[in-house]
């Protein structure tokens, strides 16, 4: 079992960049899928992005090719959402997601193990 916890959320303006943070309890980080999602209010729970366990290959949502990019650092039992060129329309909690040895998947439900959230609010 893993528990995740989020952070670095905030408030930002149109253009501006936050880097989100999602630290992971255990010894075996290496072996979880990581995703990212996100829900805007009155929406459902969308993909982000999402990294494997066994490979480098990132894998994410056409919303945010090219402005958002997830990374993870299995020595600190991290994963990371850089966020660059914010829009309005990013505006969501943010939530990271974990499953173990899994392929990744789109879709909330095949997930594991979620953090709490981190809110994210783009200015326009």
């Known amino acids: 079992q893993v528990q995740l916890v989020e952070s670095g959320g905030g408030l930002v303006q149109t253009g501006g960049s936050l880097r989100l943070s999602c630290a992971a309890s255990?010894?075996?980080?290496?072996?979880?899928?990581m995703g990212w999602f996100r829900q805007a209010p009155g929406k459902e729970r969308e993909f982000v992005e999402a990294?494997?366990?066994?490979?480098?290959?990132?894998y994410y949502s056409d919303s945010v090719k090219g402005r958002f990019t997830i990374s993870r650092d299995n020595a600190k039992n991290t994963v990371y959402l850089q966020m660059n060129s914010l829009k309005p329309e990013d505006t969501a909690v943010y939530y990271c997601?974990?499953?173990?040895?899994?392929?990744?998947?789109?879709?909330?439900?095949?997930?594991?193990?979620w953090g709490q959230g981190t809110q994210v609010t783009v200015s326009s």
């Open positions: 990294v494997p366990w066994n490979s480098p290959t990132i």
């Open positions: 255990g010894r075996t980080f290496s072996s979880y899928t």
């Open positions: 997601a974990a499953k173990q040895y899994g392929v990744v998947t789109t879709t909330p439900v095949s997930y594991d193990y």
